[in-house]
Every structure is written in C-alpha cells, then in structure tokens.
C-alpha cells in the first residue's frame, strides 16, 4: 500500500544496488584480489574450461578404452593359444594312450593264447597220464596174471 501512494522509502535504493550486482559489467566475486574482470567473461571462461576438461576427459576415456581393448585382444590371443596348445597337448597324450592300450590289447591276447595253449597242453599230459595209468594197470594186470 505505501508504494501506490508514492512512499519511497529504502527499498528503492536496495533494488538498485541489486540491479548493478548482477549487470553483465559487475565484477566476479575475486573483486577485492585485483582481478577487474565482469562477471561475464568469467561465466564464460568456466564454460570455455569445462568444455576444454570435457574434451579431455572424452578424449582420456577414449584412449583408456582403446588401451584396454588392446589388452583384450591380447588376452583373447593368449587364451586361444594357450587353447591350442592344450589341444596338441592332448593329441599327444591321446595318442600315447592309444598305443599303450594297443600294447595292453596285444599282451592281453598274447596272454590268452598262451593261457589256451597252457590248457591244451594240461588236457593233453592229463589224457598221457590217464593212459599211462590205463597202460600200468594193464601191465599189473598182465604181470598178475602170470
């Protein structure tokens, strides 16, 4: 109510000032350090430095990304190598086992003919034996007799 009857009072003055703090000329907050620098240029020197630390750190977060697809592709290398190597490896061994068991078939199969012909032979020296005994009962019979 005091404004619309023409009071003027303090307030005036304090809109002012207000006005000429945030005009474009009005200096930063470093006035009292000697730096007679707006406000403005200021505003727009932290833009311009954001930007700049912008840039560098895309810039960093690129090559930190290409460092380390680098170091993944090596480790992808390695891994693969060390995959085939694994894989020889095991050839190897796969073959060496195939002869051990080609081995172990063989002296199975040597063992079982030779435990076959071990048979026979008892069979044979068991049927010798039965004879003989026939052939010795025949002559104590024969000898009896006489």
Known sequence: MLGQTGHTSDSGQWKRQRKKSISPLAQSSDTGKGQGEPRAMHVGQIGQEWATRLLKSKSYEKSR??????????????????????????????????????????????????????????????????????????????????
């Open 65 to 146: 990304m290409e460092v380390m697809m680098v170091v993944c592709q090596k480790e992808a290398e390695a891994a693969r190598l060390k995959a085939s190597k694994m894989e020889e490896k095991l050839l190897e061994q796969s073959k060496a086992f195939w002869v051990l068991y080609a081995k172990h078939n063989r002296l199975l199969k040597a063992a079982k003919e030779a435990d076959d012909q071990a048979q026979e032979k008892i069979a044979e020296l068991e049927e010798k034996a039965a004879r003989s005994e026939e052939d010795i009962a025949k002559v104590r019979a024969e000898l009896e007799k006489e």
